[in-house]
Structures are given as C-alpha cells and as structure tokens.
C-alpha cells in the first residue's frame, strides 16, 4: 500500500479494498456514526470505499486509512476531500476513528498531518472541516488545529435536517 504521510506513531495510506471489514468496523458502528443519523449498510460502506478510489485517481487525495505503526493496526480514517456546503465546493479534512481508539489522539495527529498537506502539497488557500454540533470531540479536533467556526448550516439526512458547522483555517 502506497503511504502518504507519517509521523513517529502512525502513518496514513490509500485505503484498498482489503480494507472492507475494517471500514465496516466504524461505518456499520452505530455509535460511531450517530453524527450521520444512521450506520452504514454492506452497499454503502462499498459506495464510500470506491468513491475514496475514485478520488485518488481524479484529486490525488481522498480519506486515507490511518495505521498504528507499532502493531500495524487499522485505527481509522482521515484525509482530505472535497465537500459541498450551500452550493460552495470547499476542500475538507474528514476524520473517522474506530471507537476503540478514540480519546488517544489519533485524529488529531492524522488530521495535522492532512493539514501540513493540504498547505504545502496542495499549496491550499484554506481548508475546512465540517462537524455535526454535537459532536464535541471532532469540534476539539478542528480547534487543535487552529480552525474556527465560519459557518453553521443545515444538511439533510433522509428528511430530518441537522446543524452543522464549518470550521476553517486560512493557509495563506
């Protein structure tokens, strides 16, 4: 598998399709995915892999898996995407970890590294993150980063809207 980016404890790589039961450990996780209203089906978590590979081919980027070095474990993922917010194209840092590792720090460490990314590989002007309002832990990820709060909007899940917010760094 082809890496990214590194750091001493963790390391981010395409994500392949050996991948599948991995990404259904968090996609199909109820808990995990309460900031989508729903978990994942086998379909769904099969549309969200090939659109990563898609996305590699078409941007070079897309959601990386994120691999614990010292026992080569898949942890999560994280990368960069582009994702439409009121009819604006905006370039993300997304971030999901399996709920095993959460609170030791691994999407804030990934998303750093997508950070560093996006403002010296893709030479970025700015780079958002989009996060459900009640989810405090991402929100803390974002702000880790040094991104605020410059929008709030409603986004659709099957009928039922939910708030959310934009956070945002300038990389200029």
């Known amino acids: 598998m082809k890496k990214i980016l590194e750091n001493e404890r963790l390391y981010l790589r395409e994500l ?3 991948d599948f039961e991995d990404l259904c450990a968090i996609l199909q996780d109820e808990e995990t ?3 989508y209203e729903a978990p994942f089906t086998d379909e ?5 892999l ?3 590979l898609a996305s590699y081919q078409k941007n070079e980027f897309g959601l990386w898996a994120i691999i614990d070095k010292s026992k ?3 942890v999560g993922q994280c990368g960069i995407v582009y994702s439409e917010v009121e009819g604006k194209n905006l ?7 399996n709920k095993q590792y959460w609170s030791q720090g691994y ?3 990934a998303s750093a590294l997508c950070l560093n990314y996006a403002k010296n590989i893709l030479q970025a002007q700015k780079i958002c993150s989009i996060i459900r309002d009640t989810n405090i832990a991402s929100q803390k990820v974002a702000e880790n980063n040094g991104m605020s709060i410059v929008q709030e909007f409603y986004k659709d899940y099957s009928g039922l809207p939910v ?5 945002s760094i300038d990389l200029s």
Do not use: C, P, R
């Open 91 to 97: 370039l993300e840092i997304g971030y999901l970890v």
């Open 44 to 48: 769904e978590v099969t549309d969200w």
């Open 72 to 74: 080569e474990n898949f």
């Open 16 to 18: 392949s399709e050996d």
């Open 33 to 35: 995915m309460y900031a």
């Open 163 to 167: 708030k959310h917010f934009v956070y």
């Open 107 to 109: 999407a804030s460490e």
């Open 50 to 52: 090939n659109w990563n």
